[in-house]
């Protein structure tokens, strides 16, 4: 059965703005940027979680002052056999340094996001991704900035 969609009106979209710029504003906030009370603001808040909208309130670090100087995406390619993609996505995963993994449509088949301290610590991490036997090859690139 498809996946049914949600109507979100001009005041649902203006709270989700807020919101992920910055998870942790009050409901006072919120109500006096949107123009609305309080407890509408918290009752559309509390729609939007209970129909799967917001999923989670999550905090963004700030990985330079952890001592992660290095952020890079890799680019990888698998070998088709017996695995699927989930389960080899799953296992690039529990690789230590690894941030997030996206199965993706195209030349490659998984985009990486890898946090190092160092260098060496992402060759560290790259090398051990690419000897699974599962993957063929991969093409890493270092972010220079972030918007």
Known sequence: MPEEKIKLDEIDLKILDILKTDARSSLEEISKNVG????TVHYRIKRMIDKGIIEKFSTK???KALGYDIYALSCVKAKYHQHSMEEIAKKIRQVDGVESVFVILGEMDFLITIRAKNKDELKRIV???ISFPEIDHSSTYLVISEI
Do not use: G, T
């Not at 609305?36 to 407890?39: E, L, Q, V």
């Open 36 to 39: 609305i009370s309080k407890s």
């Open 61 to 63: 670090l700030n990985y």
């Open 127 to 129: 090398e051990k991704i």
